[in-house]
């Protein structure tokens, strides 16, 4: 038995939100997504398709379907909605290192956002 494919090291970040997403508010997941470089809108039709993606994958887990085109739709979705509106990641650099929407969050996590993200209510 084949061990289960998982998702590229590198667009772990960009599927992880995107697997939460039902989880957080919209404003916080927004205000997550804006930390990415360059920023994920999560109005825009890359993020949209990505969650397709995903949920295709489900219903395709769901119904004991072959995976492998599902799993290629999320990686090629997820690379897609990490990459700027130009489809390149840019090319900053950060002390000689290229940074890109896979590489780097900046940080603007509100305190709320923290605890949201550690299973905490508002009012905690």
């Known amino acids: 038995m084949t061990p289960p494919r998982t998702v590229p090291p590198m667009l772990r970040p960009v599927v992880l939100l995107a697997r939460m997403r039902d989880l957080l508010p919209p404003t916080e997941l927004a205000d997550v997504l804006a930390a990415f470089i360059p920023p994920i809108d999560p109005a825009g039709p890359a993020w949209i398709d990505l969650c397709a993606a995903l949920d295709a994958y489900d ?66």
């Open 59 to 124: 219903h395709a887990a769901d119904q004991g379907l072959d995976l492998d085109e599902a799993c290629q739709q999320v990686d090629v979705a997820a690379m897609i909605a990490g990459s700027g509106a130009d489809g390149l990641p840019p090319s900053a650099t950060n002390n000689g290192r290229r940074i890109t929407a896979f590489t780097q969050l900046r940080p603007v996590a509100t305190r709320r956002t923290e605890r949201s993200l550690r299973g905490e209510r508002h009012g905690d």
